[in-house]
């Protein structure tokens, strides 16, 4: 931990009254300040930007960002990017996508899994699917592939299982199975409505009707408190990337 002064020149006296002592976290190879606290001192600045421990110059963040990043509470102190992606086929996914995305505040996108060009260059990525037959759909597994190694992801899935179901569970553990290069903070799932013919059509099969039967009881979901339980999801997932 160092104390640094960032050093600003006024345009017109040539300095300006404020030093910005900020305590800092250094990590000299990847040049990012984590978690600054800052406070501010009279003083004659130059411009220089000095590493008290050597008196070394040392190049940081830019003060406006810097001021910026330390009123981002909800990110510890330095700016996140998250990415909300997902493939929905009726709605049910979409929704607690949308509500996730509301949830997350800091800079964010929201995308249909379809139109994501690069997976690179975000700090967390919700990603969101269908359970279809216990698995991950093949639409949704082909993206997860091409996400970058090491890249930190939250699942969310809908289903018209009961909550917490086997199925639910088999299709989380697929998933797994697809991202073993990716860092998993964690996964959610609640129940989604059931295209009615398709309930319908599994009802006519003697192997599949109990499991229709109980996806027709999901047809009010996801409902507010599915959503409710989503958006505390991801705030427990932003936690985990700023821990």
């Not at 004659?44 to 960002?65: A, G, M, R, W």
């Not at 082909?142 to 930190?152: H, N, V």
Request: charged share 25%; proline share 4%.
């Amino acid at each position: 931990m160092v104390i640094c002064s960032i050093r600003q020149h006024n345009g017109r006296n040539g300095f300006i009254e404020n030093i910005v002592r900020i305590k800092i976290l250094q990590d000299r190879s990847a040049r990012r300040i984590s978690k600054p606290v800052i406070s501010f001192t009279p003083h004659i600045l130059d411009q220089n930007i000095l590493d008290t421990q050597n008196h070394t110059p040392y190049t940081s963040t830019p003060y406006k960002e810097v001021v910026s990043n330390s009123i981002n509470q909800q990110t510890g102190g330095y700016k996140v990017k998250a990415l909300i992606a997902y493939h929905s086929d009726t709605g049910n996914t979409e929704k607690v996508a949308r509500a996730i995305y509301d949830t997350v505040n800091f800079d964010k996108e929201v995308r249909k899994i379809s139109d994501v060009k690069d997976w690179k260059g975000y700090d967390i990525i919700f990603f969101g699917f269908p359970v279809h037959a216990h698995s991950v759909p093949e639409k949704a597994a082909s993206q997860i592939a091409k996400i970058p190694k090491g890249q930190k992801i939250a699942f969310f899935s809908t289903h018209g299982s009961l909550r917490n179901g086997i199925l639910a569970k088999q299709a989380f553990e697929h998933a797994l199975g697809l991202s073993a290069k990716l860092t998993v903070l964690g996964h959610f799932s609640c129940r989604g409505k059931v295209a009615e013919q398709i309930i319908e059509s599994l009802q006519k099969n003697p192997q599949h009707k109990a499991w229709a039967e109980e996806a027709a009881g999901a047809i009010h979901h996801p409902d507010e408190n599915d959503l409710a339980d989503a958006k505390a999801f991801s705030t427990q997932m932003v936690a985990k990337v700023k821990a």
